[in-house]
């Protein structure tokens, strides 16, 4: 063989080579792969676009809804099916302004914002406008009428969350309303984690790779539970539990990414989970009617009530309060520098954000830290004239009671509230505020209850390295004085207190209190619902005898004949408590509270009520308390409330009367 015919058949093997090779690769494309390629072309002129979903609800722990959506109308428009011809987009543009002119809506209104959203290049229809939203039926029937002269032009369907009981557990529920773009930024990228290859779409249009939980026009939780329900990001990822499930529409798109023809539905919008509170609705009620007459429109409170065996929040009222609708349906600039210049800060849930002196009822704590920590007995003696003096300036510290209570034990002291008692515990009995200190933060206090609302306060719990820290000054004995009797730096939240009552009342446990109930999840997230259950956070170093002791002299506060809460007694009312005043400016009147725990043999119940600047607590915080235990012991006996009005009266001819811390 010549190098020429060699030369020529190995040219041709190379030939052969390539055109096997060539065939090969096209019958691979055409044959093995023409569903992933079709797929792509069918993608390339397809867009997929989600639309808004319902949030889930929020509902009492009978399933009484607090939270709800309402359906809303707007307009919206699609650029690709506006007139071309700018004398035909005049003439809808002035068509449309008149339809709106109710709303003081001008032809330039409509125009700019036609102009802003066809300059965006979007796909999908977009909302014309604030001022094109919340539509009245009338409206919308205009548009409806005249859809043929408004091509471009539809009338959209949102969702609007809605509270059916105003301002009824407002701080606790907070509101939702739409997202904004740091939020939305923040978030974009989160996936509904739900994907499944089950899922496939066979023409290759893949939803499941592109299922954003949030859009620009998400309703998202701003505050209270509907922020704190926004999302669990307890696990790896965050999963959404009020926020819904996105529908997704997919539209056929032109080269422009202009829309054309919507395809079809991919999927119909789905609604977020249910969340059910431990609130009780008519114990909510309760609290919230009973707290707005003890503070009237010059004062401000809280009142909590706690199951004290689960830590479940039956009732936690704040006051004043605004109605989450008014948050939906936006403030003007007016009214929100109002309410925000409001010296009693409406916006504030002064149950678990608000932190005050607790005066007397942190009795309650001194008592077991002299009990747990010195020789101190409940028989022992000490004499209350109405002052003692201290230091070498002979201070002078005074007992609420100026004429003094005379000889008193334990028992009465705490009963009547004696504040020259507690002195003594100090002086004669050697209670250290490094103990006080430590049975403090034993239950609870200076740190987050963790209830599972936002924005909630430690509190503080003062001692020596504190001072000498924050105020760079040495710890006093006078310091420890004003400790023993809930003075000095100490500062608490109404919650926190209402902890310390039930920890009291259940024999020594500490229970974290928790709003949230139950969670349904929907069904497209396949989880059980979530329960949630009792979590002890410690059991308490107390000796029960010291216990005993406390809850002896809280129940003679309210049976014996000088305790501050006696009034109480011609109730009936099986009911442990204990009275305060905590003075916070020598100009102003003292802090009025009451904590309270019952039925006295069996607790189920313990509550904690603040009247700001009320004087005494047994004048402005107890009737409060009253009205709540008497409405909680009463329904949960026989499943009725008695009348709210006859209760409030009782309560408020009796306090009348009252005396005491």
């Known amino acids: 063989m010549t190098g020429f015919d060699l030369r020529l058949k190995v040219f041709g093997l190379i030939i052969s080579a390539l055109l096997a090779t060539l065939t090969i690769r096209l019958w691979m494309l055409q044959l093995t792969r023409w569903v992933d390629y079709t797929g792509q072309a069918l993608a390339n002129r397809t867009s997929i676009v ?8 929020i509902y009492d722990r009978a399933g009484r809804v607090f939270a709800e959506n309402r359906p809303t109308w707007g307009i919206s428009v699609t650029p690709a099916d506006l007139p071309e011809d700018p004398v035909e987009r005049e003439k809808l543009i002035r068509r449309l302004a008149s339809i709106l002119r109710d709303r003081q809506v001008s032809t330039t209104d409509v125009r700019d914002a036609i102009d802003e959203i066809c300059a965006q290049g979007v796909v999908r ?25 408004l091509p471009g032009i539809t009338v959209s369907e949102h969702f609007r969350r809605h509270y059916p009981y105003g301002d009824l557990a407002s701080h606790v ?7 904004s773009s740091e939020q939305y930024q923040q978030w974009r990228e989160l996936q509904y984690p739900v994907a499944t290859e089950a899922d496939a779409d066979p023409l290759g249009i893949e939803p499941w790779r592109d299922d954003p939980v949030y859009g620009p026009d998400s309703i998202f939780g701003q505050s209270g539970v509907e922020a704190a329900c926004e999302l669990d990001e307890s696990g790896d990822r965050p999963v959404p539990v009020l926020q819904g499930r996105r529908g997704m529409l997919v539209w056929e798109v032109d080269v422009f990414n202009r829309p054309r023809r919507l395809i079809r539905e991919e999927r119909v919008p789905q609604q977020g989970a249910g969340v059910y509170l431990t609130l009780d609705l008519d114990l909510q009620r309760a609290a919230e009617e009973a707290l707005d007459r003890a503070v009237g429109t010059r004062l401000t409170g809280a009142a909590v009530l706690l199951d004290v065996r689960t830590g479940e929040i039956l009732a936690m009222a704040s006051k004043p309060s605004i109605d989450p609708n008014r ?19 409406p916006f504030y849930n002064k149950a678990i954000q608000g932190t005050y002196p607790p005066g007397s009822i942190f009795k309650m704590i001194t008592v077991l830290a002299a009990l ?3 020789d101190l007995s409940p028989e022992q003696y000490f004499e209350c004239k109405g002052v003692i003096h201290e230091g070498a300036a002979h201070q002078p510290f005074r007992c609420w009671k100026r004429s ?21 515990i100090v002086r004669k009995a050697g209670t250290t505020s490094d103990a006080i200190a430590r049975y403090a933060r034993m239950f609870g206090l200076g740190e987050s209850t963790n209830c599972g609302l936002p924005g909630e306060e430690e509190g503080l719990v003062p001692d020596r390295e504190w001072k000498a820290d924050a105020r760079d000054e040495d710890w006093y004995t006078g310091d420890t004085l004003h400790m ?10 109404p919650l926190q207190m209402a902890v310390v009552t039930a920890a009291v009342a259940n024999g020594g446990t500490l229970i974290q209190p928790h709003i ?3 969670i349904e999840w929907p069904e497209y997230l396949k989880r059980a619902p979530t329960l949630f259950k009792a979590q002890v956070v410690r059991r308490l170093d107390v000796d029960p005898d010291d216990l005993k002791i406390l809850q002896q002299g809280m129940r003679r506060a309210i049976v014996s004949e000088h305790g501050t809460a006696h009034w109480l007694a011609k109730s009936g009312l099986p009911l442990a408590g204990k009275t305060g005043s905590a003075q916070f400016r020598l100009d102003r009147p003292t802090h009025a509270w009451f904590v309270c725990y019952g039925p006295y043999d069996d607790p189920r119940f313990a509550c904690a009520v603040l009247v700001t600047e009320g004087g005494h607590g047994s004048e402005a915080a107890a009737p409060v308390a009253f009205t709540i235990m008497g409405a909680a012991l009463q329904k949960y006996r026989d499943g009725s409330i008695e009348s709210l009005e006859d209760l409030l009266s009782e309560a408020e001819a009796a306090a009348a009367n009252a005396q005491g811390d």
Do not use: M
């Open 50 to 57: 989600s639309t808004p979903a319902p949030r889930g609800l």
């Open 125 to 149: 229809p977009r909302e014309l406008g604030e001022f094109a939203n919340d539509l009245p039926i009338e409206i919308v029937a205009q548009v409806e009428e005249q859809r043929l002269d």
């Open 173 to 179: 529920l907070g509101y939702a309303r739409p997202i």
């Open 327 to 345: 948050w939906v349906a936006g403030f003007s600039d007016d009214e929100y520098q109002q309410l925000l210049n409001d010296p009693r800060n």
């Open 372 to 374: 747990g920590t010195t």
């Open 404 to 424: 003094g209570h005379g000889w008193l034990n334990l028992w009465e002291a705490i009963s009547q509230s004696c504040d020259v008692y507690f002195y003594e």
């Open 484 to 493: 023993a009797i809930g003075q000095s730096f100490l500062r608490v939240t």
């Open 516 to 518: 949230v109930r139950k």
